[in-house]
C-alpha cells in the first residue's frame, strides 16, 4: 500500500487527517497505526545472517476495551482484531537484491454476536450469546477476509511455481475450553453453528473456511506443555503448508525490473521496487475469548515453524549439530529443494556431476545450498525439535512475541499479557524464573483486569471513538462542525466614529478589537441612543451578536436593548433584531444574540407565529417540529451591520460598552479566487451537480412519496368509483384518463431476509427543489400551476368532497405536510393558500391532531430513531470497508406511502394498507404496486412493499430503553446489551434483519418514522435554501454561471502567474488594495441589464471572463463608486482597466476622485479630476476593441496618480458622460461634418458583457477599478490620561445609590413541566423593580433526525448549520395579578444565550405591586436538549423537555433600596 492510499482498516487518524487533506496539506498529517512493530537480527554460530521483524497492526473496525468490543459489531468487525505479519529478509550490500519472505495470520474474538457480563462478586463474567440472529454478518467477516488474502490470481498472473488453488482457505483456531460446565462451552457450539449457517447459505462460493477446535486450557492440563505444542503442530500442518508464504525480492534500483519473474511493487514512496515471486492463498485464524494470551502464545508455535521454513528457503540454516537423523542431504523420498535467490546450478563438462554457483558471492560449491525437506520440523516431536536446532533465533522471535502480547493485551485490558512463561519454553534458564513467578504474577494482573474493566473502560472507549471521530453526535451532541467566522475583526471598523466621553479617543475601533477584553467604553453624557455602523472585513451571513459586558460598579450603565440591521450596502438595512433584552451581567459576561435573516412582516402576520409569542395564554411549544418556522432571508453578501443600543432609563447618563463582535458564515472566497483545492468541490457543492446517495432509499420499488419528490418515477393516482370518471393524480394534480383493463402484479420473488444496513445503500433524492432550479409541473387544467393550487387541489383531494367540515388524522396531515416541501412551499405560503379557501391552518397542525402524552412518547422515539440512524449510517460507511457497498433493496428507511396509495392484494397476506380515503375510491395500478413480495420477519406473513414497514423499524425494535420499552412492546432479549440493544454511543447499532410489517409495528413507531421524514424534508430545504443564497452571491459577485468559474488546472497555474505578473506592472510593485472579499462598495450603483455584476469591478484581475466588463444604462450620465478599502491605507493613485469595447469620444467620462476616513461626504478630499477624452485623443489604444492578451502584456488600462499619498479608508470615484454642447465637446474639433466615416464618435457595437441584445449608445463601462498604494494597519488609539480619564475613572467607581435585594416568597409552584413558575408574596411586600434569572444548561443539540445522505453525514459539506438557518430563540413572559382578579403581562424578554448559571438581571418596564407573579417559558423549547452526560432518567416525563429548561431555583424577583437604609442585616438578602 503506497503512504498516499494506506488501507483504511488500519489507519487510526483517518479523521483527523481530513481537514489537512480539505486544505491541500495531506502530507503534514502522518499515518498512525496502532500496535506493535520491532525487529531483530539472528543468526547461526555467532554470524549475522538474517533479520526477522514482527508487526502487529490492529483494526479501527471494532474499536474498544475487553467488556464493550468483544465478538462481531455492525461493521462485520471483531473486538480485538490483529493481522500479524512476520518478515524475514537477508541483508545485502549497498547495491544487490535483498531477498525476503513474509507470512501472515490473523488474530481476533470469535466473529458472532456475543457478549460478558461482569458480575458484582469476583466470579468470572457471564457469557451469553444473542438469542435472536447471532450470525448476523458473519459472512461479510469471512468475506472480507477472503477478499484481502486472496491470490488465486495473483500467482496464475507471475507465473510463479504455485498451483493455481480454487478455492481460498480461512482456517479458524478456536482455543477455547470446550469441557462440559465450562463457560466457553457454548461459544464452542455456537462457533461451529455459525460456520455451518455461513456454508448452508452459499454466500461464499469461493472460501473455504475451516475450524479447529483446540483446547489449549485442557491440553495443557492433562498432557504438559510440550505435547500441548506438539499437538498444535500436528494440526497447523496441513493448512499452513496449503496456505504457504510469500517470497521476492528488493531491487534497490528500477533498473533490474525487466530481469524480475514476478508481481512488480513500486510507488514513489522509496526508490527501488519489490518483486514479488509467490503470494499467500488463505489466512490462518487464532482465537480465545479475548484473543490475548492462549491467541499469542499458539501463534507463536505456528508462526515458529513458518520462520524455520522461511529461514531454510532463504539459505539460513538454522541446524545444530545435536541433530540426529535430519542431516542427511540426499535421502529427503526425492525431494529436490528450490534454489534461493542469486543461484544456478550446472554441471560439469567433464564428470557430469553437478555444482551450484552463489551470483550473490561469485562462489561455487558442490553442496546444495537447501538440501533440506520443506516443513520438516512439522514432524518432528519437541525434543527433536529443540535438539535439532539453534535456539537463539527461537529465543530472539519469542522475545517479539512477548512484547507483542503485552502490547495488545495492554491496549486491550489496561494490562500485560498472562501466562507467557509458555513462550520461554525453549530457554531453560528463563523458563524456570518465569514458571517461579508465574502464579503471582497471573493474579496480579487478573485484579488489574477486573478494576480496569468495571472502572475506566468506559471512559477509555469513549475516548477511543473520539480519537476516531465515532459517535461525535453522541460525544458533542451542540458542537459546530464549521466554526463561525468573526468579520468584524482584524479588518472590520466603524463607518461612523463612536462618541465618546473622552475628549481623544479611537473613535471606537477598540471595541472591535480582541485585545482589549477588559475595555469599557464610555458614551458621550446623556446618551439615549448608541448607535455602530459596522464594516465587516469579510461578506458572510451575519448568525450571532457578541457581547462583552462591561461597565463600571454600576451595572445598569450597560445598555437594556438592542437592534440590529444588515445589509450589502450602507442604503436599505434591513431590521433583523428589534428590542432584544440585554440583561444587567457582571463585567466580563460574553452574552450571544442569535441572528436571523430579515423576515418578511407579511409571513410574520399569517403564520401567526409573532402573535403566539404575545398572546395572554400561549399554547403549549411545537414539539414535533415546528409547524409556523419563519423563513427569514439568507444573505451570503452582507457586509455592513447597525447595532443600535438603547439605555435602561433615557437621559439618566452614559452607557457603557465592552467588546461588540459580529459572527457569521462566510463562503470560501480565498479558495474561489486562488482555484484551490476546495473551490471546485464547493461549486459542485453549490450547483447540485454532486450526486449525493440516500441511504435510505432504495432504486427498485422505492419509496413513493421520494420518488415524486425526485422526479425519479410517476406518482400514484386516484380514481373515483366510476370507471367513466378520469383519474386524478394527487401528487400533481394532473388528469390521467383510467386504464379499465389493468390487471395486478402477479408475485415475482419472495425475500426471506435482507441485510439491515443494507437500506443505507439506496439512491440519490433531494426532497426540496432548490428555488431557482425548481421545476415547474405541467397540469392539463392550465399551462402552468403554481405550487399553492395544486397544495390546495391536494388537500381538497385528501380531505374529500365535504372538505370544509372534516378534519384530516395526524397521518393524512404529515403526508400532506410532505406534499407542501415537495411543491417547495414555505410555512407561510402555506398558510395563505388555506386561509384563501377559508382553511385554519391550526386545523391542519399535526400537534392539534394528538393527545399530549402520546405526543411526548412520540418525541422520544423520533430522537430515538434520529441517534439510531445516525449510527447505522456511520457503521454501514465503516463496514463498507475492504467490502465495497452492499446490493440495493426494494424497501426503504422511511417506507412512506403516497396519498391513495394502497395495497394491491395478490400475495400480500398482511393487507395493512387496504383503507379508502375520503371522498374518493383508490385502485392499484402497476405503477403503485410493488414488484416483490417479502416475508415479515415477526409474524413470517408474506407482505409487499406498501404493507412494509420502513427499515428505521427495526432500529426502533431493536432499541431496549426505559422510556420505549412501555409502548414499543419489546423487551431485552435475554438481558442482552450487546446483541439486542441498537446504542447510540457504541457501534453495535442494529442486530435485526429483513423486513417488518405494519402489522408487527406498533403505532408510535410508524407514526415515528414519518415523522423522522418529514423532519429530513425540513433540514434538506434549509440546506436548499443555503445553497440557492450561495448561488445568487456568487452571481453578484462574478456575473456568470459557477459552473464556468473554475477554470483547468493547467491553465490556471498559468493564468495566475501570468496575473500576478501583471498586477505587479499595473501597481508599479505597489499593493492593490481594493480587492474583493476584503473591499466592497459602501453603495449601490444602478447596472445594466446583461452587465457584469458591481462587485466584479473589485474582484481579482484573474477572475471572470475576460469578455465580460461592467456598464450603466445608457440613461445614467453620472455614476459614483465609493470604495471601501480593505484597511487604513496610504493610496497612491487609482487604475481603471479599460473595458473590452473601448472608448469613444461619446463616452469617454470625466473622472473625479475623493478620499476620506468616514462616510460623510463633508469631510472627504478631493485628489483629482481627469478627462478622458484628451487620454482617447492622444492615445489610440483605448480606441476600439481589445486585442486578445499574450503573455506579458498588459490590458489597456488608465492610471490616476495623486500628487501625494493619501492616508484614507474609502474612495469616491465619480464618472460622468460629456454632454453634447457641452465645454468638453467640441463640434468643430471633434466632428467631420463631410464625413461621418471620420466621426470620432462612431464605434462599435457594444454587446452586454453577459449576453444581451446589441448596444450603441453611448454608457459609462469599465472592467476593473483598481486602488494602488501601501496597507499601513490601524493602530489603536489609547484614551487619554488626562483630566476626562481621571472624571471618567472616578465615575465608573463611583457606586450605585441602590442595590438590588431578594423579596421574600410565601410558596412557588411549577407547572406545565416546569415551564411556567408562580411566585405568591406576602401581603407587605415592596414594589417588584426586576427578576433574577440564572442561565439555562440545556444545548441545542444538532442531530434530530435521521441522515438524509451517507456523503454528508457529519454536516461537513454543508454550507450553513441548520441551527443557524433558523435559530432557536427563546423568551419569559412575565405576567403579574392585578387589582381586576387577572392575569397582565408586565413584560416579555427575548433571552440571549450565556454560560450554564449565569446570573442574568432585568428590570420591569415599571415597578409593581402584586401578590401574584407567573414567568413562563416560550419560544423554540424543543431545540433544546440535555447533555447526554448530565441526563436523569429516574422518572418518566410526559413532556420531553429538557431538565436544563426547568424554572426551578432559577427566578428570584427583587427591588431597588439604599443599603444604607436597611441596615448591615437586611443587606445579607442581596440579589
Known sequence: MPVQNPDDEFVWNKWFSVPFKNIGLPQHCVILLQGFVESKIFGSLGQQEGVVALTARRSRLHPGTRYLARGLNSCYSTGNEVECEQLVWVPKRAGQSVPFSTYIWRRGTIPMWWGAELKLTAAEAEIYVSDRDPYKGSAQYYQRLSQRYDARNLDAAVGGNQKKSALVPVVCVNLLRNGEGKSECILVQHFEESLNYIRSTGKLPYTRIHLINYDWHASVKLKGEQQTIEGLWYLLKAPTVSIGIAEGDYLPTRERIKNCKGEIILNDDYDGAFCLRSHQNGVIRFNCADSLDRTNAASFFGALQVFMEQCRRLGISLDSNMAYGYQSPGNNAGYVAPLPPGWEKRSDAVTGKAYYIDHNTRTTTWSHPCPDKPWKRFDMTFEEFRRSTILSPVSQLADLFLAAGDIHATLYTGSKAMHSQILSIFNEEAGGKFKQFSAAQNMKITLQRRYKNAVVDSSRQKQLQIFLGLRLFKHFPSAMIHPLHVPSRPFGCFLKPVPSMFTSSDGGASLLSFKRKDLIWVSAHAADVVELFIYLGEPCHVSQLLLTVAHGADDTTFPSTVDVRTGRYLDGLKLVLEGASVPQCANGTNIVIPLTGPTSPEDMAVTGAGARLHAQQPSNPFMLYDFEELEGELDFLTRFVAVTFYPAVPGRGPMTLGEVEILGVSLPW??????????????????????????????????????????????????????????????????????????????????????????????????????????????????????????????????????????????????????????????????????????????????????????????????????????????????????????????????????????????????????????????????????????????????????????????????????????????????????????????????????????????????????????????????????????????????????????ERDEFLKSQGTATKVLEKLTDGEESLAEFPFASFLHPVETAAGSAPLLSLVAPLNSGSQESYWRAPPSISSVEFVIVLSDISDVSGVVLLVSPCGYSMSDAPTIQIWASNKVDKEERTCTGKWDMQSLVTSSSELCGREKSLQDGKLPRHVKFAFRNPVRCRIIWVTMRLPRLGSNSVNIERDFNLFSMDENPFAQIDRRASIGGEINSDPCIHVKRILVVGKSVGREIVSSSQGSDQVNAKNWLERAPPLNRFKIPIEVERLIDNDLVLEQFLPPASPMLAGFRLDGFSAIKHRVNHSPASDVDIDGSNSLLDERLTNPAVLYIQVSALQESHNMVTVAEYRLPEVKANTPMYFDFPRQISTRRVTFRLLGDIAAFSDDPSEQDDSEFKAYPWAAGLSLANRVKLYYYADPYELGKWASLSAV
Open 670 to 1047: 480565498r479558495s474561489l479566487f486562488s482555484h484551490g483545492d476546495g473551490a471546485a468541490r464547493f461549486i459542485e457543492h453549490v450547483n447540485g451537480q454532486t450526486k449525493e446517495i440516500n441511504p435510505f432509499l432504495s432504486e427498485t420499488n422505492s419509496n413513493t412519496l421520494a420518488a415524486v419528490v425526485t422526479n425519479d418515477r410517476k406518482p400514484p393516482s386516484l380514481q373515483s368509483e366510476s370507471s367513466a370518471i378520469p383519474l386524478i393524480d394527487l401528487l400533481t394534480g394532473e388528469v390521467i384518463l383510467p386504464d379499465s383493463n389493468s390487471q395486478p402484479v402477479a408475485e415475482s420473488v419472495v425475500h426471506e431476509g435482507s441485510d439491515l444496513l443494507d437500506f443505507l445503500d439506496d439512491v440519490v433524492t433531494q426532497p426540496v427543489s432548490g428555488g431557482m432550479n425548481q421545476s415547474k409541473i405541467v397540469s392539463s387544467q392550465g399551462p402552468s400551476d403554481n405550487g399553492s393550487q395544486q397544495y390546495i387541489r391536494l388537500f381538497k383531494l385528501l380531505a374529500g368532497s365535504d372538505w370544509q367540515d372534516r378534519s384530516l388524522d395526524f397521518m393524512e396531515s404529515m403526508k400532506l405536510e410532505i406534499e407542501r416541501f415537495r411543491l417547495n412551499l414555505s410555512a407561510a405560503e402555506r398558510d395563505r393558500a388555506l386561509l384563501s379557501i377559508g382553511i385554519d391552518p391550526a386545523s391542519i397542525n399535526p400537534h392539534m391532531l394528538l393527545e399530549d402524552s402520546y405526543m411526548g412518547q412520540l418525541y422520544k422515539v423520533a430522537s430515538s430513531l434520529a441517534l439510531l440512524g445516525q449510527a447505522s449510517i456511520e457503521d454501514k460507511i465503516t463496514a463498507s470497508i475492504g467490502l465495497g457497498t452492499s446490493d440495493k433493496k426494494s424497501v426503504d428507511f422511511w417506507n412512506i406511502t403516497a396519498i391513495g396509495e394502497r395495497c394491491s392484494g395478490g400475495a400480500c397476506q398482511v393487507l395493512a394498507e387496504t383503507g379508502q380515503a375520503a371522498g374518493a375510491s383508490l385502485t392499484s395500478s402497476s405503477s403503485m404496486t410493488s414488484e416483490s413480495i417479502f416475508v415479515c420477519t415477526e409474524c413470517r406473513r408474506k407482505v409487499c412493499r406498501v404493507c412494509s414497514a420502513g427499515k428505521g423499524a427495526h432500529l426502533l425494535a431493536s432499541y431496549n430503553s426505559k422510556e420505549n420499552s412501555a409502548y414499543n412492546g419489546v423487551t431485552s432479549q435475554g438481558g442482552s446489551v450487546h446483541g439486542n440493544s441498537a446504542d447510540a454511543s457504541s457501534n453495535h447499532s442494529a442486530t435485526l434483519d429483513g423486513v417488518m410489517c405494519k402489522s408487527c409495528c406498533n403505532e408510535v413507531v410508524l407514526d415515528a418514522l414519518i415523522l423522522d421524514y418529514v423532519r429530513v424534508l425540513i433540514s434538506q430545504r434549509r440546506r436548499t435554501r443555503a445553497g440557492d443564497a450561495a448561488e445568487k452571491a456568487l452571481f453578484h459577485v462574478f456575473g456568470l454561471s459557477s459552473r464556468n468559474l473554475i477554470p
